[in-house]
Protein backbone atom coordinates (compact mmCIF):
# COMPACT_ATOMS: atom_id res chain seq x y z
CA UNK A 1 0.00 0.00 0.00
CA UNK A 2 2.44 2.65 0.88
CA UNK A 3 4.95 1.65 -2.39
CA UNK A 4 2.23 1.61 -4.03
CA UNK A 5 1.38 5.25 -2.59
CA UNK A 6 4.91 6.34 -3.43
CA UNK A 7 4.45 5.21 -7.06
CA UNK A 8 1.80 7.27 -7.74
CA UNK A 9 3.08 10.39 -6.07
CA UNK A 10 5.81 9.79 -9.14
CA UNK A 11 3.15 9.43 -11.48
CA UNK A 12 1.43 12.80 -10.21
CA UNK A 13 5.09 14.73 -10.47
CA UNK A 14 5.31 13.34 -13.87
CA UNK A 15 2.43 14.44 -14.98
CA UNK A 16 2.65 17.73 -14.06
CA UNK A 17 5.74 18.04 -15.74
CA UNK A 18 3.88 17.27 -19.06
CA UNK A 19 1.63 20.39 -17.84
CA UNK A 20 -1.74 18.12 -17.22
CA UNK A 21 -1.98 16.85 -13.33
CA UNK A 22 -3.21 13.53 -12.18
CA UNK A 23 -4.26 13.23 -8.76
CA UNK A 24 -4.92 10.07 -7.09
CA UNK A 25 -3.68 7.31 -5.15
CA UNK A 26 -5.71 4.70 -7.20
CA UNK A 27 -5.05 4.37 -10.44
CA UNK A 28 -4.98 7.51 -12.60
CA UNK A 29 -6.99 7.38 -16.50
CA UNK A 30 -6.75 3.82 -18.48
CA UNK A 31 -6.19 1.31 -15.13
CA UNK A 32 -7.70 -1.86 -14.95
CA UNK A 33 -10.48 -1.41 -17.48
CA UNK A 34 -10.73 -4.54 -18.04
CA UNK A 35 -14.29 -6.20 -18.46
CA UNK A 36 -16.35 -5.46 -15.59
CA UNK A 37 -15.31 -2.58 -14.28
CA UNK A 38 -17.05 0.21 -15.36
CA UNK A 39 -16.58 4.20 -14.66
CA UNK A 40 -18.39 7.29 -14.28
CA UNK A 41 -16.24 10.77 -15.26
CA UNK A 42 -17.62 13.42 -13.32
CA UNK A 43 -16.29 16.83 -14.50
CA UNK A 44 -16.19 19.66 -11.38
CA UNK A 45 -15.82 23.40 -12.25
CA UNK A 46 -15.94 25.84 -10.30
CA UNK A 47 -15.31 29.87 -9.87
CA UNK A 48 -14.71 31.99 -6.52
CA UNK A 49 -15.02 35.61 -5.78
CA UNK A 50 -16.38 36.84 -9.01
CA UNK A 51 -17.44 39.45 -7.13
CA UNK A 52 -20.31 41.34 -9.68
CA UNK A 53 -17.85 41.01 -12.65
CA UNK A 54 -20.31 40.75 -15.53
CA UNK A 55 -18.57 42.46 -17.51
CA UNK A 56 -15.07 41.87 -18.96
CA UNK A 57 -12.57 43.96 -17.58
CA UNK A 58 -11.90 47.10 -20.10
CA UNK A 59 -9.36 46.72 -22.94
CA UNK A 60 -7.14 49.26 -21.13
CA UNK A 61 -7.10 47.94 -17.91
CA UNK A 62 -3.21 47.00 -16.97
CA UNK A 63 -3.68 43.61 -15.54
CA UNK A 64 -6.64 42.34 -17.24
CA UNK A 65 -7.56 43.58 -20.28
CA UNK A 66 -11.09 42.65 -22.01
CA UNK A 67 -10.60 39.60 -19.66
CA UNK A 68 -13.34 37.44 -18.21
CA UNK A 69 -17.03 38.04 -18.62
CA UNK A 70 -20.25 35.99 -17.43
CA UNK A 71 -21.48 35.74 -21.18
CA UNK A 72 -18.12 34.23 -22.09
CA UNK A 73 -17.88 31.74 -19.20
CA UNK A 74 -21.90 30.51 -20.03
CA UNK A 75 -20.57 29.68 -23.08
CA UNK A 76 -17.31 28.13 -22.02
CA UNK A 77 -19.37 26.06 -19.29
CA UNK A 78 -21.97 24.98 -22.52
CA UNK A 79 -19.30 23.80 -24.31
CA UNK A 80 -17.60 21.81 -21.41
CA UNK A 81 -21.04 20.27 -20.62
CA UNK A 82 -21.27 19.03 -24.37
CA UNK A 83 -17.82 16.96 -23.14
CA UNK A 84 -18.89 15.32 -20.47
CA UNK A 85 -21.61 13.43 -19.58
CA UNK A 86 -21.77 14.53 -15.90
CA UNK A 87 -20.95 17.72 -14.42
CA UNK A 88 -21.00 19.67 -11.29
CA UNK A 89 -20.95 23.62 -11.28
CA UNK A 90 -20.15 25.43 -8.48
CA UNK A 91 -19.26 28.55 -6.48
CA UNK A 92 -16.65 29.40 -3.83
CA UNK A 93 -18.28 32.51 -2.58
CA UNK A 94 -17.58 36.49 -2.87
CA UNK A 95 -20.61 36.45 -5.55
CA UNK A 96 -21.70 39.93 -5.25
CA UNK A 97 -20.22 43.70 -4.95
CA UNK A 98 -17.66 45.25 -6.91
CA UNK A 99 -19.02 46.55 -9.86
CA UNK A 100 -21.97 49.29 -10.37
CA UNK A 101 -24.11 46.38 -11.45
CA UNK A 102 -24.34 45.38 -7.62
CA UNK A 103 -24.62 49.08 -6.48
CA UNK A 104 -27.66 49.36 -8.85
CA UNK A 105 -29.20 45.78 -8.40
CA UNK A 106 -27.98 44.34 -5.51
CA UNK A 107 -27.08 40.96 -6.95
CA UNK A 108 -29.99 39.83 -9.07
CA UNK A 109 -28.11 39.64 -12.26
CA UNK A 110 -25.75 37.52 -10.79
CA UNK A 111 -27.63 35.31 -9.53
CA UNK A 112 -29.84 34.96 -12.26
CA UNK A 113 -27.10 34.53 -14.43
CA UNK A 114 -25.37 31.44 -11.94
CA UNK A 115 -29.35 29.88 -12.45
CA UNK A 116 -28.76 29.86 -16.35
CA UNK A 117 -25.08 28.59 -16.36
CA UNK A 118 -26.77 26.17 -14.08
CA UNK A 119 -24.92 26.08 -11.20
CA UNK A 120 -25.78 23.35 -8.61
CA UNK A 121 -24.56 24.85 -5.24
CA UNK A 122 -22.48 27.45 -3.84
CA UNK A 123 -21.51 28.67 -0.53
CA UNK A 124 -21.70 32.02 1.25
CA UNK A 125 -18.04 34.50 1.16
CA UNK A 126 -18.08 37.62 3.66
CA UNK A 127 -19.35 40.20 0.81
CA UNK A 128 -21.95 38.22 0.13
CA UNK A 129 -23.32 39.54 3.99
CA UNK A 130 -22.74 43.15 2.43
CA UNK A 131 -26.17 44.26 2.22
CA UNK A 132 -26.94 42.23 5.47
CA UNK A 133 -28.95 38.84 5.62
CA UNK A 134 -32.41 39.86 4.57
CA UNK A 135 -30.63 41.03 1.24
CA UNK A 136 -28.76 38.05 1.04
CA UNK A 137 -31.89 35.68 1.59
CA UNK A 138 -33.78 37.43 -1.28
CA UNK A 139 -31.01 35.90 -3.23
CA UNK A 140 -31.09 32.88 -1.44
CA UNK A 141 -34.75 32.55 -2.68
CA UNK A 142 -33.96 33.98 -6.33
CA UNK A 143 -31.24 31.49 -6.87
CA UNK A 144 -32.23 27.54 -8.52
CA UNK A 145 -29.45 26.12 -6.58
CA UNK A 146 -28.58 25.52 -2.88
CA UNK A 147 -26.73 27.28 -0.58
CA UNK A 148 -23.92 25.24 1.80
CA UNK A 149 -22.32 26.19 4.90
CA UNK A 150 -21.61 24.14 8.12
CA UNK A 151 -19.77 26.41 10.37
CA UNK A 152 -22.57 29.47 10.36
CA UNK A 153 -25.27 28.51 13.22
CA UNK A 154 -27.85 30.18 11.41
CA UNK A 155 -31.03 29.95 14.31
CA UNK A 156 -33.06 32.62 14.10
CA UNK A 157 -31.68 34.52 11.19
CA UNK A 158 -33.14 35.19 7.93
CA UNK A 159 -31.05 32.16 6.29
CA UNK A 160 -32.03 30.13 8.74
CA UNK A 161 -34.00 28.22 6.17
CA UNK A 162 -31.92 29.20 3.19
CA UNK A 163 -28.74 27.27 4.02
CA UNK A 164 -28.36 23.47 4.08
CA UNK A 165 -25.00 21.90 6.22
CA UNK A 166 -24.82 20.04 3.10
CA UNK A 167 -25.91 18.35 -0.48
CA UNK A 168 -25.77 15.40 -2.09
CA UNK A 169 -25.87 14.98 -6.03
CA UNK A 170 -26.04 11.79 -7.82
CA UNK A 171 -24.13 11.55 -10.84
CA UNK A 172 -24.40 8.22 -12.85
CA UNK A 173 -24.15 5.73 -9.99
CA UNK A 174 -22.07 8.21 -8.08
CA UNK A 175 -22.89 9.80 -4.74
CA UNK A 176 -21.49 13.47 -4.26
CA UNK A 177 -21.90 15.38 -0.99
CA UNK A 178 -21.19 18.51 -1.02
CA UNK A 179 -20.37 20.88 2.29
CA UNK A 180 -19.19 24.50 2.84
CA UNK A 181 -16.91 26.71 5.03
CA UNK A 182 -17.39 30.30 5.63
CA UNK A 183 -14.62 32.53 7.71
CA UNK A 184 -15.89 34.74 10.57
CA UNK A 185 -17.66 37.88 9.63
CA UNK A 186 -16.36 39.55 13.06
CA UNK A 187 -13.88 43.03 11.51
CA UNK A 188 -15.45 41.97 7.70
CA UNK A 189 -18.78 42.63 7.52
CA UNK A 190 -20.42 45.60 10.25
CA UNK A 191 -22.22 43.42 13.03
CA UNK A 192 -26.06 44.34 12.15
CA UNK A 193 -25.19 42.58 9.16
CA UNK A 194 -24.37 39.16 10.78
CA UNK A 195 -26.23 39.11 13.67
CA UNK A 196 -27.56 36.17 15.56
CA UNK A 197 -25.35 34.20 13.30
CA UNK A 198 -22.87 32.00 15.06
CA UNK A 199 -19.57 31.57 13.85
CA UNK A 200 -18.19 27.88 14.44
CA UNK A 201 -15.21 25.80 13.99
CA UNK A 202 -14.80 25.25 10.39
CA UNK A 203 -12.50 22.17 11.01
CA UNK A 204 -14.42 20.44 13.68
CA UNK A 205 -17.92 20.96 11.81
CA UNK A 206 -16.38 20.50 8.14
CA UNK A 207 -15.03 17.01 9.49
CA UNK A 208 -18.30 16.48 11.28
CA UNK A 209 -20.29 16.64 7.94
CA UNK A 210 -17.51 15.41 5.89
CA UNK A 211 -17.92 12.05 8.25
CA UNK A 212 -21.55 12.06 7.70
CA UNK A 213 -21.76 11.91 4.14
CA UNK A 214 -19.42 9.32 3.88
CA UNK A 215 -21.07 7.24 6.31
CA UNK A 216 -25.10 7.96 6.44
CA UNK A 217 -24.78 9.40 3.34
CA UNK A 218 -22.56 6.90 1.17
CA UNK A 219 -21.21 9.34 -0.87
CA UNK A 220 -18.26 8.47 -2.62
CA UNK A 221 -16.27 11.80 -2.59
CA UNK A 222 -16.77 14.96 -0.52
CA UNK A 223 -16.24 18.52 -1.75
CA UNK A 224 -16.00 21.63 0.74
CA UNK A 225 -16.75 24.78 -0.58
CA UNK A 226 -14.43 26.90 1.28
CA UNK A 227 -14.48 30.56 2.00
CA UNK A 228 -11.54 30.79 4.61
CA UNK A 229 -9.11 31.95 2.48
CA UNK A 230 -5.69 29.45 0.37
CA UNK A 231 -3.51 30.24 3.08
CA UNK A 232 -1.42 32.57 5.85
CA UNK A 233 1.46 33.82 7.30
CA UNK A 234 0.22 32.67 10.56
CA UNK A 235 -1.58 29.75 11.80
CA UNK A 236 -5.24 31.45 10.92
CA UNK A 237 -7.12 28.35 9.88
CA UNK A 238 -7.33 28.23 5.56
CA UNK A 239 -7.80 25.83 2.96
CA UNK A 240 -3.99 24.40 3.42
CA UNK A 241 -4.96 23.99 7.61
CA UNK A 242 -8.22 22.83 6.98
CA UNK A 243 -6.98 20.23 4.48
CA UNK A 244 -4.11 18.90 6.82
CA UNK A 245 -7.07 18.60 9.71
CA UNK A 246 -9.67 16.66 7.88
CA UNK A 247 -10.11 12.84 7.48
CA UNK A 248 -12.76 12.67 4.92
CA UNK A 249 -13.05 15.38 2.61
CA UNK A 250 -11.41 14.83 -1.01
CA UNK A 251 -11.75 18.39 -2.75
CA UNK A 252 -11.39 21.98 -0.98
CA UNK A 253 -12.80 24.47 -3.58
CA UNK A 254 -11.52 27.73 -1.93
CA UNK A 255 -12.11 31.04 -2.55
CA UNK A 256 -11.70 34.68 -0.11
CA UNK A 257 -7.79 35.19 -0.82
CA UNK A 258 -7.82 35.82 -4.47
CA UNK A 259 -5.64 32.95 -5.43
CA UNK A 260 -4.53 32.00 -8.83
CA UNK A 261 -3.07 28.70 -8.04
CA UNK A 262 -1.28 27.62 -11.21
CA UNK A 263 -2.43 23.86 -10.57
CA UNK A 264 -4.29 22.77 -7.55
CA UNK A 265 -2.37 21.30 -4.31
CA UNK A 266 -2.01 18.08 -3.38
CA UNK A 267 -2.38 17.94 0.99
CA UNK A 268 -2.36 14.96 3.50
CA UNK A 269 -5.30 14.99 5.24
CA UNK A 270 -5.27 13.76 8.77
CA UNK A 271 -5.19 10.44 7.52
CA UNK A 272 -2.11 11.07 5.54
CA UNK A 273 -4.66 10.53 2.09
CA UNK A 274 -4.86 13.17 -0.62
CA UNK A 275 -6.71 16.13 -0.68
CA UNK A 276 -6.83 18.51 -3.25
CA UNK A 277 -6.97 22.07 -2.93
CA UNK A 278 -7.94 24.61 -5.32
CA UNK A 279 -8.77 28.30 -6.59
CA UNK A 280 -9.24 30.21 -9.43
CA UNK A 281 -8.38 33.72 -8.19
CA UNK A 282 -11.42 36.25 -8.89
CA UNK A 283 -13.54 37.91 -10.86
CA UNK A 284 -14.66 35.54 -13.42
CA UNK A 285 -11.29 35.21 -14.63
CA UNK A 286 -10.92 31.61 -14.75
CA UNK A 287 -12.69 28.51 -14.50
CA UNK A 288 -11.56 25.43 -12.52
CA UNK A 289 -12.04 22.20 -13.70
CA UNK A 290 -10.99 18.98 -11.96
CA UNK A 291 -12.43 15.32 -13.81
CA UNK A 292 -12.97 12.75 -11.19
CA UNK A 293 -12.98 9.46 -12.29
CA UNK A 294 -14.69 6.87 -10.57
CA UNK A 295 -14.71 2.91 -11.34
CA UNK A 296 -16.94 -0.31 -9.93
CA UNK A 297 -13.87 -1.35 -8.22
CA UNK A 298 -12.91 1.68 -6.58
CA UNK A 299 -15.02 4.05 -6.10
CA UNK A 300 -13.21 7.05 -7.09
CA UNK A 301 -9.67 8.16 -7.58
CA UNK A 302 -8.38 9.57 -10.12
CA UNK A 303 -8.30 13.41 -11.58
CA UNK A 304 -6.80 15.75 -13.69
CA UNK A 305 -7.57 19.33 -13.62
CA UNK A 306 -7.18 22.43 -16.11
CA UNK A 307 -7.95 26.13 -14.88
CA UNK A 308 -9.06 28.11 -17.86
CA UNK A 309 -8.60 31.65 -18.07
CA UNK A 310 -11.62 33.30 -20.03
CA UNK A 311 -10.79 35.86 -22.66
CA UNK A 312 -13.11 38.54 -24.02
CA UNK A 313 -12.60 37.28 -27.21
CA UNK A 314 -10.45 34.06 -26.75
CA UNK A 315 -10.27 31.39 -24.06
CA UNK A 316 -6.34 30.27 -23.19
CA UNK A 317 -5.00 27.53 -21.15
CA UNK B 1 -7.31 9.97 -3.07
CA UNK B 2 -9.29 7.50 -1.65
CA UNK B 3 -8.15 4.02 -0.92
CA UNK B 4 -10.87 2.15 -0.70
CA UNK B 5 -9.89 -0.48 -3.19
CA UNK B 6 -6.17 0.14 -4.08
CA UNK B 7 -5.26 -3.64 -3.34
CA UNK B 8 -7.17 -4.15 -6.13
CA UNK B 9 -5.89 -1.89 -8.65
CA UNK B 10 -2.58 -1.44 -10.48
CA UNK B 11 -1.70 1.35 -12.64
CA UNK B 12 -1.53 0.96 -16.20
CA UNK B 13 -1.48 3.91 -18.12
CA UNK B 14 -2.19 7.59 -18.00
CA UNK B 15 -3.48 9.97 -20.33
CA UNK B 16 -3.30 13.65 -20.86
CA UNK B 17 -6.42 16.01 -20.15
CA UNK B 18 -8.41 16.03 -23.53
CA UNK B 19 -10.59 19.16 -22.60
CA UNK B 20 -7.30 21.03 -22.10
CA UNK B 21 -7.37 21.11 -25.69
CA UNK B 22 -10.59 23.72 -25.81
CA UNK B 23 -9.66 26.78 -27.67
CA UNK B 24 -11.66 29.69 -26.45
CA UNK B 25 -11.16 31.61 -30.28
CA UNK B 26 -13.98 29.40 -30.83
CA UNK B 27 -16.07 30.43 -28.16
CA UNK B 28 -18.15 33.62 -28.27
CA UNK B 29 -20.52 35.50 -25.80
CA UNK B 30 -23.61 33.22 -25.20
CA UNK B 31 -26.33 34.65 -26.17
CA UNK B 32 -28.99 33.81 -23.75
CA UNK B 33 -26.54 35.59 -21.10
CA UNK B 34 -26.21 38.93 -23.15
CA UNK B 35 -29.97 39.03 -23.33
CA UNK B 36 -30.55 38.42 -19.61
CA UNK B 37 -27.17 41.35 -18.90
CA UNK B 38 -28.27 44.02 -21.64
CA UNK B 39 -31.51 45.08 -19.91
CA UNK B 40 -29.68 45.81 -16.73
CA UNK B 41 -26.05 47.22 -18.26
CA UNK B 42 -27.94 49.73 -20.33
CA UNK B 43 -29.46 51.79 -17.92
CA UNK B 44 -26.14 52.08 -16.50
CA UNK B 45 -23.96 52.77 -19.28
CA UNK B 46 -24.96 56.40 -19.59
CA UNK B 47 -23.79 56.98 -16.00
CA UNK B 48 -21.02 54.73 -15.56
CA UNK B 49 -19.05 55.71 -18.93
CA UNK B 50 -18.99 59.03 -18.06
CA UNK B 51 -14.91 60.47 -18.28
CA UNK B 52 -14.35 61.79 -14.87
CA UNK B 53 -10.47 62.35 -15.52
CA UNK B 54 -7.75 61.44 -17.20
CA UNK B 55 -4.49 59.62 -15.72
CA UNK B 56 -1.16 60.07 -17.68
CA UNK B 57 0.07 56.85 -16.50
CA UNK B 58 -1.43 53.31 -15.16
CA UNK B 59 -2.01 53.09 -11.17
CA UNK B 60 -1.34 50.02 -10.04
CA UNK B 61 -1.79 48.24 -6.91
CA UNK B 62 1.61 46.63 -4.86
CA UNK B 63 3.86 46.80 -2.13
CA UNK B 64 5.38 48.50 0.19
CA UNK B 65 3.94 51.49 -1.58
CA UNK B 66 1.89 51.88 -5.12
CA UNK B 67 1.29 54.32 -7.78
CA UNK B 68 -1.93 53.32 -6.72
CA UNK B 69 -2.23 53.60 -2.83
CA UNK B 70 -0.36 56.47 -3.16
CA UNK B 71 -2.66 58.56 -5.80
CA UNK B 72 -6.14 57.88 -3.84
CA UNK B 73 -4.43 58.50 -0.57
CA UNK B 74 -3.05 61.80 -1.63
CA UNK B 75 -6.38 62.91 -3.42
CA UNK B 76 -8.46 62.42 -0.21
CA UNK B 77 -6.13 64.10 2.29
CA UNK B 78 -6.36 66.77 0.12
CA UNK B 79 -10.20 66.71 -0.78
CA UNK B 80 -11.10 65.34 2.65
CA UNK B 81 -9.60 69.22 3.96
CA UNK B 82 -11.83 70.93 1.76
CA UNK B 83 -14.97 68.94 2.35
CA UNK B 84 -14.41 68.94 6.25
CA UNK B 85 -12.96 72.35 6.82
CA UNK B 86 -10.44 70.65 9.10
CA UNK B 87 -6.67 70.13 8.67
CA UNK B 88 -6.10 66.51 7.56
CA UNK B 89 -2.47 65.63 8.54
CA UNK B 90 -2.48 61.64 7.24
CA UNK B 91 -5.19 59.62 4.39
CA UNK B 92 -5.06 56.28 4.98
CA UNK B 93 -6.93 52.80 3.33
CA UNK B 94 -6.57 49.53 3.42
CA UNK B 95 -4.44 47.29 0.72
CA UNK B 96 -7.27 45.28 0.53
CA UNK B 97 -9.89 47.95 0.11
CA UNK B 98 -8.74 49.26 -3.30
CA UNK B 99 -10.19 46.60 -5.42
CA UNK B 100 -9.21 47.53 -8.64
CA UNK B 101 -6.20 49.24 -10.80
CA UNK B 102 -6.70 52.59 -13.16
CA UNK B 103 -5.37 52.17 -16.78
CA UNK B 104 -3.46 55.52 -18.27
CA UNK B 105 -6.04 57.34 -20.11
CA UNK B 106 -9.84 58.12 -19.13
CA UNK B 107 -11.20 57.13 -15.82
CA UNK B 108 -14.75 56.76 -15.96
CA UNK B 109 -17.26 56.84 -12.69
CA UNK B 110 -17.32 52.98 -13.21
CA UNK B 111 -13.39 52.74 -11.96
CA UNK B 112 -13.97 55.23 -9.07
CA UNK B 113 -17.08 52.95 -8.17
CA UNK B 114 -15.19 49.52 -8.81
CA UNK B 115 -12.04 50.75 -6.79
CA UNK B 116 -14.22 51.55 -3.88
CA UNK B 117 -17.32 49.74 -4.31
CA UNK B 118 -18.16 49.60 -0.79
CA UNK B 119 -20.57 52.24 1.15
CA UNK B 120 -18.02 52.94 3.71
CA UNK B 121 -17.56 56.73 4.51
CA UNK B 122 -15.27 58.75 5.15
CA UNK B 123 -13.79 59.41 8.57
CA UNK B 124 -11.65 61.98 10.33
CA UNK B 125 -10.29 61.17 13.70
CA UNK B 126 -7.69 62.45 16.10
CA UNK B 127 -5.00 60.45 17.28
CA UNK B 128 -2.13 60.53 19.88
CA UNK B 129 1.22 60.46 18.98
CA UNK B 130 1.24 56.64 20.46
CA UNK B 131 -2.34 55.43 18.65
CA UNK B 132 -0.23 56.73 15.32
CA UNK B 133 2.80 54.67 15.98
CA UNK B 134 0.53 51.65 16.93
CA UNK B 135 -1.60 52.27 13.26
CA UNK B 136 1.87 52.77 11.26
CA UNK B 137 3.84 49.54 12.92
CA UNK B 138 0.15 47.44 12.03
CA UNK B 139 0.80 48.77 8.30
CA UNK B 140 4.80 47.95 8.75
CA UNK B 141 3.70 44.35 10.20
CA UNK B 142 1.70 43.78 6.35
CA UNK B 143 4.49 44.96 4.63
CA UNK B 144 2.96 48.80 4.02
CA UNK B 145 -0.43 49.98 2.72
CA UNK B 146 -1.64 53.29 0.84
CA UNK B 147 -0.86 56.27 3.03
CA UNK B 148 -0.37 59.92 2.32
CA UNK B 149 1.50 62.65 5.20
CA UNK B 150 4.22 60.28 6.17
CA UNK B 151 7.26 58.52 5.22
CA UNK B 152 8.41 55.39 6.71
CA UNK B 153 10.57 52.54 6.82
CA UNK B 154 9.96 49.16 7.58
CA UNK B 155 12.96 46.59 8.33
CA UNK B 156 12.96 42.84 6.88
CA UNK B 157 11.10 41.74 9.88
CA UNK B 158 8.44 43.90 9.02
CA UNK B 159 8.70 45.90 11.76
CA UNK B 160 8.40 50.03 12.38
CA UNK B 161 11.88 51.25 11.92
CA UNK B 162 11.72 55.21 11.15
CA UNK B 163 8.86 57.23 10.54
CA UNK B 164 8.19 61.27 9.85
CA UNK B 165 5.31 62.75 9.05
CA UNK B 166 4.60 65.22 5.92
CA UNK B 167 2.16 67.47 6.41
CA UNK B 168 1.40 67.23 10.16
CA UNK B 169 0.58 70.41 11.08
CA UNK B 170 0.71 71.88 15.04
CA UNK B 171 -2.15 72.31 16.71
CA UNK B 172 -3.76 73.10 19.76
CA UNK B 173 -4.19 70.00 21.27
CA UNK B 174 -1.54 68.32 19.91
CA UNK B 175 -3.07 65.47 17.90
CA UNK B 176 -2.73 64.14 14.61
CA UNK B 177 -5.76 64.36 12.10
CA UNK B 178 -6.50 61.08 10.67
CA UNK B 179 -8.29 60.74 7.66
CA UNK B 180 -9.60 57.38 6.95
CA UNK B 181 -13.03 54.72 6.15
CA UNK B 182 -15.46 53.99 9.30
CA UNK B 183 -14.77 50.45 8.32
CA UNK B 184 -10.93 50.49 9.51
CA UNK B 185 -12.07 52.96 12.46
CA UNK B 186 -14.12 50.05 13.45
CA UNK B 187 -11.99 47.42 13.24
CA UNK B 188 -12.48 46.45 9.58
CA UNK B 189 -9.26 44.28 7.71
CA UNK B 190 -8.48 43.29 11.88
CA UNK B 191 -6.70 46.87 12.27
CA UNK B 192 -7.58 48.10 15.62
CA UNK B 193 -7.15 51.93 14.98
CA UNK B 194 -7.27 53.78 18.53
CA UNK B 195 -8.41 57.13 18.78
CA UNK B 196 -8.71 60.63 20.52
CA UNK B 197 -12.35 61.68 19.40
CA UNK B 198 -14.26 61.27 16.04
CA UNK B 199 -14.07 65.18 14.51
CA UNK B 200 -16.13 64.03 11.35
CA UNK B 201 -18.05 61.80 9.05
CA UNK B 202 -17.84 62.48 5.54
CA UNK B 203 -19.43 61.13 2.42
CA UNK B 204 -18.97 57.48 1.25
CA UNK B 205 -15.36 57.22 0.22
CA UNK B 206 -15.79 56.75 -3.58
CA UNK B 207 -18.06 59.68 -3.89
CA UNK B 208 -14.60 61.25 -1.93
CA UNK B 209 -13.02 60.23 -4.61
CA UNK B 210 -15.30 61.37 -7.38
CA UNK B 211 -15.10 64.56 -6.04
CA UNK B 212 -11.43 65.08 -5.65
CA UNK B 213 -10.51 63.72 -9.28
CA UNK B 214 -13.43 65.84 -10.93
CA UNK B 215 -11.90 68.82 -9.02
CA UNK B 216 -8.45 67.79 -10.47
CA UNK B 217 -9.96 67.38 -14.14
CA UNK B 218 -11.61 70.99 -13.97
CA UNK B 219 -8.30 72.78 -12.62
CA UNK B 220 -6.99 71.75 -16.17
CA UNK B 221 -4.65 69.22 -14.57
CA UNK B 222 -4.63 64.84 -15.47
CA UNK B 223 -3.34 62.38 -12.08
CA UNK B 224 0.00 61.59 -12.09
CA UNK B 225 0.22 58.48 -10.17
CA UNK B 226 3.38 57.64 -9.33
CA UNK B 227 5.64 56.21 -6.35
CA UNK B 228 7.87 58.20 -4.12
CA UNK B 229 9.43 55.93 -1.64
CA UNK B 230 7.11 57.13 0.72
CA UNK B 231 7.54 53.54 2.08
CA UNK B 232 10.16 51.76 1.89
CA UNK B 233 11.78 48.39 2.48
CA UNK B 234 15.19 47.80 4.33
CA UNK B 235 16.95 45.25 2.93
CA UNK B 236 19.60 44.72 5.33
CA UNK B 237 19.49 45.15 8.65
Known amino acids: MEELRNYNRREVLRLLGAGALAIGAGNIYGFGLQGRNTQTKISILHTNDWHSRIDPFPENDPKFPSMGGAARRASLIKALRKESEHVLLLDAGDIIQGTPYFNYYHG ?81 IPDEHHAGLVYLDPIVKANEEALYLKREKQCSMVICLSHLGYTYPDSKVSDRVLAAETENIDLILGGHTHTFLEKPDILSNKLGKQVVVNQVGWAGLRLG ?24 KSIAI | MVFISCRQQQLASVEPLKSSEISGKELTDDQAAEALIVPYRKPLQEIMQQVLCYSGSPATKELPESSLGNLICDLLRVEGKKMSSLHVDVAFMNQGGLRIEWPKGA ?44 RMEINQNNQLQSWSGTSIAPKSDGLIYLLTSDYLVNGGDSYTIGYQKLLWTGPKVRDGIEQAIVAVNAAGDILKPAKDGRITKLQSP
Open chain 1, 108 to 188: EPEIKLMNLMGYDAATMGNHDFDNGMEALARLMKLADFPFVNCNYELKGTPLEKLVRKSVVFKRGKVKIGITGVGINLKGF
Open chain 1, 289 to 312: QLNCIFSSQSNMKSEEKVQIEVFK
Open chain 2, 107 to 150: ITRSMVLEIMPFENRLQLIAVDSSQFKSLLEQIAKRGGAPISGV
